[in-house]
């Protein structure tokens, strides 16, 4: 079977769950990544034929597509803002929400002046936002905690670079530590541990916490019910601002005077989630809308 014919089967096959162009696209980056192939390779030499090791992978791939599998799940990886993510179950699927979030902080922090900030991404998973923030500002000091130790050893395995042509790595990677964003932040000073970083006077706390309510399930496709991981997605429907209650807390306890946080929201709550932060004494918050035109983000700064 030559590559084309691969792929024209493959999109066939997977019609049912991808539109047309969706499922060319998925049979080609399949093809692309278990024969370590560029997407360009495949189109300038199309009647290659696959030999039949790598032709019993990509229809085992194929497979687990039919299952409604992500197809990051089923190669390990998502690009990100340029950079290539490890994922597994473990984690969440980086979306371009989060990209979004990851550019309105870039430039922020840009605008600002600081060029050395000391950062906190509470509930990192992949470490997406940890990483990009890393290659970012190349000095900064980063920290990110998880509850899920697994999570936290995908955030720990990226490979993340300053300029992906000449594969520099980013010089100073993040610190990743596991902690429970609802048991609150560390006592101030409080180094009981080895592995607990120095959390005080932060520029920037960000965070995309679990945010989806429970009922919200009956709406949601199976390729993420069945795939990405509860915990990092779903809030119970009588609390679904937890996280925001306290990671409040947090950012009361880490971020310096004059400090922001960034975090993304729900958008069923964008006003509740304003009056919550309004009435724990924090200012300038601001409701931002992502590319679809949804409140998305939430961000205010700590004067008090």
Request: proline fraction near 8%; aromatic fraction near 10%.
């Amino acid at each position: 079977m030559t590559r084309k014919e691969f792929v024209t089967k493959a999109t066939e096959s997977l019609a049912g769950h991808y539109s047309p162009g969706e499922a060319k696209a998925v049979s080609v980056r399949i093809l692309s990544h278990f024969l370590g192939l560029s997407e360009y390779e495949y189109s300038v030499e199309p009647n290659v034929p696959i030999p039949k090791p790598d032709l019993v992978r990509i229809q085992e791939a194929l497979d687990e597509l039919a299952a409604d599998r992500p197809v990051q799940y089923v190669t390990g990886q998502e690009t990100f803002e340029g950079h290539t993510f490890n994922v597994s179950e473990a984690v969440l699927i980086p979306r371009p929400e989060t990209a979004q979030l990851c550019r309105m902080i870039i430039e922020d922090l840009h605008s600002s002046g600081i060029r050395e900030p000391r950062i906190l991404d509470a509930g990192t998973g992949s470490g997406c936002i940890a990483w990009t923030l890393a290659a970012a500002f190349p000095n900064a000091d980063i920290f990110a905690c998880d509850i899920d130790e697994e999570a936290l050893a995908v955030a720990g395995s990226q490979k993340i670079y300053l300029d992906e042509g000449c594969r520099q790595k980013v010089p100073c990677p993040p610190a990743f530590f596991k902690a429970d964003i609802l048991e609150g932040p560390p006592a101030p000073g409080d180094r009981s541990s080895d592995l607990m970083p120095n959390l005080e006077d932060l520029d920037l706390l960000v965070s995309n916490p679990p945010y989806v309510c429970e009922s919200e399930k009956d709406f949601m496709a199976p390729n993420v019910l069945d795939y990405e991981p509860d915990k990092a997605l779903f809030v119970p429907d009588n609390d679904p601002l937890r996280f925001y209650k306290a990671l409040a807390g947090w950012a009361e306890s880490t971020v310096r005077m004059g400090g922001k946080c960034w975090m993304e929201i729900n958008e069923a709550f964008g006003s509740r989630v304003r009056e919550l932060f309004e009435s724990r004494g924090f200012s300038d918050v601001e409701i931002l809308q992502d590319f679809h035109g949804k409140d998305r983000f939430v961000t205010f700064t700590k004067w008090f």
